[in-house]
């Protein structure tokens, strides 16, 4: 913070304490609001947005089971890419998803 505030930190500028809804922080952004008087602490959009796509995919087991099967089905088959690649060139693999763990 002694970059934004080279002549001493101004405790009563910070607004904003963004971090995942875990406990631990939860408690330490109550411990830090003493310092920071003005300060609110909200949830990063990031881990709003996994929270939105994890209830999505308990919503919709089936579209999540296609997508499942059709991710095995390339993954770690360079045969099956090659297949695909050459009977559709114009259509492009689906993209490599990536689920982050942090609710469980």
Avoid at 1 to 30: C, I, R, T
Avoid at 45 to 70: C, M, Q, W
């Amino acid at each position: 913070m002694a970059l934004f505030w080279p002549n001493g930190v101004q405790h009563n500028d910070e607004l904003f304490f963004v971090s995942d809804a875990a406990p631990y922080m939860v408690k330490s952004a109550s411990v830090i609001k003493v310092f920071y008087s003005k300060m609110v602490h909200i949830t990063c959009l990031a881990y709003g947005l996994h929270r939105v796509a994890e209830e999505v995919r308990t919503v919709f087991p089936k579209v999540y089971k296609l997508i499942s099967n059709v991710k095995k089905t390339f993954l770690k088959a360079p045969y099956r890419v090659q297949i695909f690649k050459n009977e559709a060139p114009e259509v492009m693999l689906p993209p490599a998803s990536i689920i982050a763990r942090w609710g469980t």
